[in-house]
């Protein structure tokens, strides 16, 4: 069992402590991307940085490093959707990286062609896409799994 509670919190810290602040850094990306801020001096590096340091966050997480209880089936099945989600999130990260980083270069006078940005802008979109979709299986996952093992205390 304490191995099992070491996954969990392991998961519970990609939840609170990478995710949660991967969702402030939407946001913020967000908001220097309206209209309203398009005169607006924007920070990109610290948009690269922030991705750079929740990524690598997420990259110390080793799910499968916990040797868990191979009997327990539903946590092996939580697991690899874990490791799903990380490797997800890691694309994601990269994709965000890229986009911040053509920007980044644009504010700074580098000229390239529109279509490497709405390429790299559409690569954003699907890994944010395949994320979402990941996250959303993930938490259904883990929160039946937190509730099972709440059952069995």
Known sequence: MTKTITIIREMDYFFVDIFEKQKELDTRIY??????N?????????????YKK?????????????????????LLEL??????????YNMYCDRGIAVQELLRRKA??????????SEAADKQRAAAALFQTKMNDFNAEYSEYKEMMAEEV
């Open 79 to 88: 697991i690899v959707s874990f490791e799903e989600v990380l490797a997800v």
């Open 38 to 50: 398009l005169f607006k001096k924007k920070d990109y590096q610290a948009n690269i940085d922030e």
């Open 108 to 117: 700074e006078g580098d000229k390239y062609k529109h279509s490497l940005y």
């Open 31 to 36: 908001a220097q991307s309206q209209p309203r």
């Open 54 to 74: 929740l990524k690598n966050l997420a990259l110390k997480i080793n799910p499968s490093g916990y040797d868990p209880d191979p009997e327990d089936e539903d």
